[in-house]
């Protein structure tokens, strides 16, 4: 069991406000304790861990020379905010990480002031912080915006729309840029720390300034050359060329591990006068702790470890994961088709894309953090002939929903969409979960939706999506292992709106769609055994519907119950307006629909989560027997 460290300095800080009483030189031994016990406590709890190491002396350095929470400080995506949740009030439940009714995993603003904004997706951090900014000038009032992302979220588009707007915030905005693969700036040293803070110094701002109000006087062509000369000269030792034609005075290179660096320069930002400033520093993902500088990947979200040997704990072995039975289904498709390629949006690995990547590369294709892009590049290569994969998870193919309506269904190309993570997803929360791609994509001309209620199943709509040129068509599978059924060794070609019955009844029937399926079954044991005889139907497709089986089963029998792990307006409503359509409902017939709730859950166990929402074999029971006007009683007995 990993110990908890000896922090005696660390344990002298609860917020910000003890950070800012302490002396510089008492900063390299709060950033060296805060990285032991954060290293300590995911340890512990598991989460996210490469990325919050490689901040630890940034966080240390914005608290100290900014005024939190009056400064307000946004960190894009989230997940490396632990250090920061650490010196903000928070150390006693840092342990509860990630666990149901503990601190999320990302920044939350329900968890505290110093919170202000909701993180979890890329690359809305500098609009967030920019509102900040402007808000607080607008109504007069004392505080700027500071965002933190990393140059991965900086290849979305959103993050240059919100500075190519970000002028008026003047010196209220502070953009800081993490730089932790080194993909813009060469490594740093001594040099660039000097010349960071050169650059970012009162002394230099003000005969800048003084240069620029001579140029004006000068005429227009050498006022222009002048200051063209002096953002090159920058440009050119400093990689900022770019941002300073987005309006925004650029600083930088600096080694973000270095506190004396560190802490001058945003000094010299927090006093300076000028417009909006963008802050470059450079840091090491998994900064401090051996295993993690060495296996950033393996160590970016992490299982509860051993913090001596950085042994990951191991799950038990179980069925091969849907995100593998996927990869590998696609694998052979591609095998067979030299039209297949596949696209991921920043999560090769997540998606299982890595293993088409070593087998095709020339057919796969990362596009880093850019959904939007992710979505027309492959209607693109759809129109070209091309019979692209789109691999998003649910959660992040919701930023792409316009590109999905206008360029692909639209035009009714056959991209095919992969839609990992699909249902609720567990510690990460309401931010990740997979809840609303059935309602948002059934609702579109053109598009077929399928969900998998197991991996077989998963290969056979593989092998469907392949084979279907007629339009976009989507399929959803949620996180984690199958459920140990046998795979194909030759797939099924699945027909477009058909489903399947997988059980027959009489009385009562449960239309289930996706993974609920077995605990569809389970219900339907229970049911059995009350003397409610029970069809099962897996109905494959959300979109479009089984209209001839549907219908046979709402003609036999008394109930109609559906169930599916996606949010209202999805399988349910569609069921519902064809029994209304159909008159199906004058008889008598009882129709409910079981779906996640109106809210969004808190992160916990997938399980727990399940039970929350209603969605397990007990509440099932209980839809039916209250539609029955049975005694609900009947869920003790279901639950034994």
Not at 137 to 145: E, F, N, S
Not at 179 to 201: F, H, K, Q, T
Not at 323 to 336: D, N, S, Y
């Amino acid at each position: 069991m990993n110990a908890n460290p000896a922090t005696p300095l660390l344990d002298t800080v609860s917020t910000p406000d003890d950070l800012r009483r302490l002396k510089p030189a008492q900063l390299r031994q709060l950033a060296d304790e805060l990285r032991t016990e954060m290293i300590s406590a995911v340890g512990q709890t598991g989460g996210h861990l490469g990325s919050g190491l490689g901040v630890v002396e940034l966080t240390v350095a914005i608290h100290y020379v900014f005024d939190t929470p009056v400064d307000r400080l946004i960190w894009d995506v989230g997940h490396q905010a632990y250090p920061h949740k650490i010196l903000t009030g928070r150390r006693d439940r840092i342990r509860t990480l990630r666990q149901g009714g503990g601190l999320s995993g990302f920044t939350k603003r329900s968890e505290s002031e110093y919170d202000p904004f909701g993180t979890a997706h890329s690359s809305t951090s500098i609009s967030a912080a920019l509102g900040f900014a402007m808000g607080s000038k607008i109504k007069g009032q004392p505080g700027r915006g500071i965002a933190v992302i990393g140059d991965g979220a900086m290849s979305a588009g959103m993050a240059y729309e919100a500075m190519n707007n970000a002028r008026e915030a003047g010196n209220r905005l502070v953009v800081i840029l993490n730089d932790n693969d080194m993909s813009i700036a060469p490594p740093v040293g001594g040099l660039s720390a000097y010349l960071a803070r050169l650059v970012s110094s009162g002394q230099f701002l003000g005969l800048r300034e003084l240069a620029r109000k001579f140029a004006r006087k000068l005429p227009r062509p050498l006022h222009l050359a002048a200051k063209k000369t002096d953002e090159f000269a920058r440009g050119m030792a400093m990689g900022g060329t770019l941002f300073e034609e987005l309006g925004f005075y650029y600083v930088g290179p600096i080694d973000g591990h270095d506190l004396d660096a560190l802490v001058p320069v945003l000094e010299n930002v927090r006093d300076a006068g000028e417009g909006p400033i963008l802050v470059h520093v450079v840091t090491q993902k998994g900064k401090g702790y051996g295993p993690a500088e060495s296996a950033a990947d393996k160590y970016h979200g992490v299982q509860k470890f051993d913090v001596i040997t950085g042994e990951q704990a191991k799950a038990p072995a179980g069925p091969p994961s849907y995100t593998g039975t996927f990869a590998k289904a696609l694998v052979a498709e591609a095998e067979k088709d030299a039209t297949i390629c596949a696209i991921t949006a920043a999560m090769p690995s997540g998606t299982g894309l890595d293993k088409f990547a070593q087998m095709f590369p020339e057919r796969s294709f990362d596009v880093g953090i850019a959904e939007q892009h992710a979505v027309t590049f492959a209607a693109g290569l759809a129109a070209q002939g091309m019979r692209p994969f789109c691999a998003i998870y649910s959660t992040f193919l919701q930023r792409a929903f316009d590109q999905v309506v206008h360029d692909v269904a639209i035009q009714n190309l056959p991209v095919r969409f992969a839609i990992d993570r699909a249902g609720l997803v567990g510690a990460d929360g309401a931010t990740h979960a997979g809840s609303f791609d059935v309602t948002y994509l059934a609702t579109l001309p053109n598009m077929v939706v399928m969900a998998a209620a197991d991996e077989a199943e998963l290969v056979h709509m593989v092998h469907t999506a392949a084979q279907y040129d007629a339009g976009p068509i989507a399929f959803r599978y949620p996180r984690g292992n199958g459920t140990g059924a046998a795979l194909p060794e030759t797939p099924e070609l699945l027909e477009i709106g058909k489903g399947r019955v997988v059980r027959e009844g009489t009385k009562v029937a449960l239309l289930s769609l996706g993974t609920r399926l077995g605990e569809a079954l389970k219900a339907a044991d229970h049911l059995e055994a009350k003397g409610l005889s029970t069809t099962v139907a897996d109905l494959r497709f959300a979109k479009p519907l089984d209209t001839d089986l549907i219908r046979r089963l709402m003609l036999s029998h008394e109930v109609v119950v559906t169930v599916e792990e996606g949010s209202i307006g999805g399988l349910g409503a569609h069921v519902l307006t064809m029994a209304s359509d159909e008159g199906l409902t004058d008889a008598g017939l009882k129709i409910r629909t079981m779906r996640l709730p109106d809210t969004f859950q808190d992160h916990d166990k997938p399980e727990t989560q399940y039970d929350e929402a209603g969605l397990n074999a007990p509440q099932i029971v209980d839809t039916v027997l209250k539609a029955l006007r049975h005694n609900s009683a009947g869920v003790n007995e279901a639950r034994a």
